[in-house]
């Protein structure tokens, strides 16, 4: 190592300066937001029920199937097997049945096909009223070869997919009441 000499003088150093007084800096960052969502506690609250909502949304269908594949709990004593039916033994209703119409007018029904949407009118010459709105047609029967003049006089046979209490009021005015259609 090489040797350094001590007597080289050194400078001395400058005059002290006087700083400048300025005012403090703030750096923008997390407190002025917490502040803020303190002020606007409703929009806190709106967007942590959102949050909250839509994590429940995501979570439940999930955690109902599990418990619907699992079953129903296992009873303890013959007497709770007894009281409480099982799912199995209660029929589900269906959501749609379907149901045989016959619309006054033939000639009306011989426009309607397969899959086609109807509201079916029922009438008694002086008043008027939609006992189904947008039925989906199931089938359109044929008229048979013998009896195409009787079945002009006596309307048409249609086939329509309602849901079940629909079906009871079709039945119903079917009886008293000549039913047409109109093509949705």
Not at 38 to 60: D, F, I, N, P, S
Not at 86 to 93: F, M, T, V
Not at 98 to 105: K, W
């Amino acid at each position: 190592m090489p040797q350094v000499s001590s007597d080289i003088s050194s400078p001395s150093p400058p005059p002290p300066c006087p700083v400048p007084h300025f005012a403090p800096v703030r750096v923008r960052g997390g407190r002025p937001l917490l502040r803020r969502l303190l002020r606007h506690r409703r929009r806190a609250m709106a967007a942590g029920l959102a949050v909250t909502a839509a994590a429940l949304v995501a979570a439940g269908p999930r955690d109902a199937e599990r418990a619907r594949a699992q079953g129903p709990p296992a009873a303890s004593t013959p007497a709770a097997d007894a009281a409480a039916p099982s799912r199995a033994s209660k029929p589900r209703a269906a959501a749609m049945v379907t149901a045989p119409v016959r619309i006054a007018d033939a000639e009306t029904v011989r426009l309607l096909h397969r899959g086609d949407r109807v509201d079916v009118v029922a009438s008694d010459g002086s008043t008027s009223r939609v006992v189904a709105a947008g039925a989906r047609v199931t089938e359109v029967p044929g008229a048979q070869a013998g009896a195409a003049e009787s079945a002009a006089e006596a309307g048409a046979l249609l086939v329509l997919s309602v849901p079940r209490a629909t079906a009871a009021r079709l039945a119903g005015a079917g009886a008293g009441m000549r039913l047409a259609v109109t093509l949705c």
